[in-house]
T-cell receptor, first 116, second 115 residues
Framework: GAGVSQSPSNKVTEKGKDVELRCDPI?????LYWYRQRLGQGLEFLIY????????KSGLPSDRFSAERTGESVSTLTIQRTQQEDSAVYLC??????????????FGQGTRLTVV | AQKVTQAQTEISVVEKEDVTLDCVYE???????LFWYKQPPSGELVFLIR??????QNEISGRYSWNFQKSTSSFNFTITASQVVDSAVYFC????????????FGKGTKLSVKP
């Protein structure tokens, strides 16, 4: 597609339920990033993929969070047993190559997750 | 460790004023890249500029200009003759080889331009 696509755009879930957030990067982009942005806050790094592997998972806040990427394309961020503090906008970005940031990352519009 | 500091949390100016957004970064890498992104109220982050660590030449794009100074580890962003449409949150970001390409963001500066 023309840009990074994220779905759903909005998700309301009950505390304790699992959710899956999807990201479709720009075609041909090998690097993919997930960030979390709480209301009025900055971008908190979660995980980054180079191809299908994740060299840096250091930002995942707990073992309830996991992510995978298949076919060097779509990525899914899964949050198990959601908690109210997981409420945030989850942003996905992709870039042509990671390699120290030689190319800029393009962002999707995010998924707004609300845990009630 | 890689770190980006945007000390200004919020700035409010009147239209046509010039405004400078500060960004200070930390990295031990000699090769790194600096970025500015704009996040308007709609929420989507928009790429503004990328600068590599070997190019200290300042850049101007219309009303936007960037001042990169390695000596002070700063990459400041100036908007000349600000307009209401410039109102947004602006993020500075750093990517370095040690972080394997990961983009580290500052906490952002919220700019409000009033008519």
């Amino acid at each position: 597609g023309a840009g990074v696509s994220q779905s759903p755009s909005n998700k309301v879930t009950e505390k304790g339920k699992d959710v899956e957030l999807r990201c479709d990067p720009i075609s041909g982009h090998t690097a993919l990033y997930w960030y979390r942005q709480r209301l009025g806050q900055g971008l908190e790094f979660l995980i980054y993929f180079q191809g299908n592997s994740a060299p840096d998972k250091s930002g995942l806040p707990s073992d309830r969070f996991s992510a995978e990427r298949t076919g060097e394309s779509v990525s899914t961020l899964t949050i198990q047993r959601t908690q109210q503090e997981d409420s945030a906008v989850y942003l996905c970005a992709s870039s042509l190559a990671a390699s120290g940031g030689r190319t800029e990352a393009f962002f999707g519009q995010g998924t707004r997750l609300t845990v009630v | 460790a890689q770190k980006v500091t945007q000390a200004q949390t919020e700035i409010s100016v009147v239209e046509k004023e010039d405004v400078t957004l500060d960004c200070v970064y930390e990295t031990r890498d000699t090769t790194y890249y600096l970025f500015w992104y704009k996040q308007p109220p709609s929420g989507e982050l928009v790429f503004l500029i990328r600068r590599n660590s070997f190019d200290e030449q300042n850049e101007i794009s219309g009303r936007y200009s960037w001042n990169f100074q390695k000596s002070t580890s700063s990459f400041n962003f100036t908007i000349t003759a600000s307009q209401v449409v410039d109102s947004a949150v602006y993020f500075c970001a750093l990517s370095a080889l040690r972080s394997q390409g990961n983009l580290i963001f500052g906490k952002g500066t919220k700019l409000s331009v009033k008519p």
